[in-house]
């Protein structure tokens, strides 16, 4: 039972390039997010999903695009970074009705130049 | 809107106790989670409470009283181990599922 994975755990990206994020759990939970954390602040939800081919707009979702084709995947998309991206992006997952207690991914450090 | 508030750092002496404070603001609330995330690392899950009243889970108990907006976060024989950023959470409802917001994190630094 890995729990939450994230791939990969660095990158470093011109501005304007492109990449996925891919998070994988597999605890067969229905809701699944996506978080940036930017020092000294805390996590900021980008975007979740409650189930397999759905998902929706959290607290910062411009710049950022998801998707959900299998339950324990959800991937983050960034068409064009910006320096502004830079940050850690934590993945999380849980189960339905339990959105209290989540579990995260190790997290994944970018860095946009 | 949601918003939560609690202290940016906290310092105490290892053996001693410490209490992390969050109040908050929102509308649905359900319930009251808290977080512990050691730097460089990822948040792991600590306690969550939906009713009012004192939740103990061996060293650290959390604390509600959803009148007041408020809780607590209360850590007992503090271990140097324990120095890391913590969370408070609220699980509200917001569109079409329940999502969790986070506070900015408490600091807490351990001196022997």
């Known amino acids: 039972n890995a729990g939450v994975t994230q791939t990969p755990k660095f990158r470093v990206l011109k501005t304007g390039q492109s990449m996925t994020l891919l998070c994988a759990q597999d605890m067969n939970h229905e809701y699944m997010y996506w978080y940036r954390q930017d020092p000294g602040m805390g996590l900021r939800l980008i975007h979740y999903?409650?189930?397999?081919?759905?998902?929706a707009k959290g607290e910062v979702p411009d710049g950022y695009n998801v998707s959900r084709l299998k339950k324990q995947n959800f991937l983050l998309g960034l068409e064009s970074a910006a320096p502004s991206q830079t940050s850690v992006y934590f993945c999380?997952?849980?189960?339905?009705?339990?959105?209290?207690?989540?579990?995260f991914g190790p997290g994944t450090r970018l860095t946009v130049t | 809107g949601q918003s939560l508030e609690q202290p940016s750092e906290v310092t105490a002496v290892e053996g001693a106790i410490v209490q992390i404070n969050c109040t908050y603001q929102t509308s649905g609330f359900y319930g009251l989670s808290w977080y512990q995330q050691h730097d460089g690392g990822a948040p792991t899950f600590l306690s969550y409470?939906?009713?009012?009243g004192l939740e103990e889970t061996g060293r650290f108990s959390s604390f509600l009283s959803r009148s007041d907006s408020y809780g607590y976060l209360l850590l007992q024989e503090l271990q140097m181990k324990d120095s890391a950023s913590y969370f408070c959470?609220?699980?509200?409802?917001?569109?079409?599922?329940?999502?969790?917001?986070f506070g900015s994190g408490t600091r807490l630094s351990i001196r022997p």
């Open positions: 959470a609220v699980r509200d409802r917001y569109s079409s599922a329940s999502k969790i917001i």
């Open positions: 999380a997952s849980t189960l339905s009705g339990q959105e209290y207690e989540q579990y």
């Open positions: 409470n939906a009713l009012d």
């Open positions: 999903s409650v189930g397999e081919g759905t998902t």
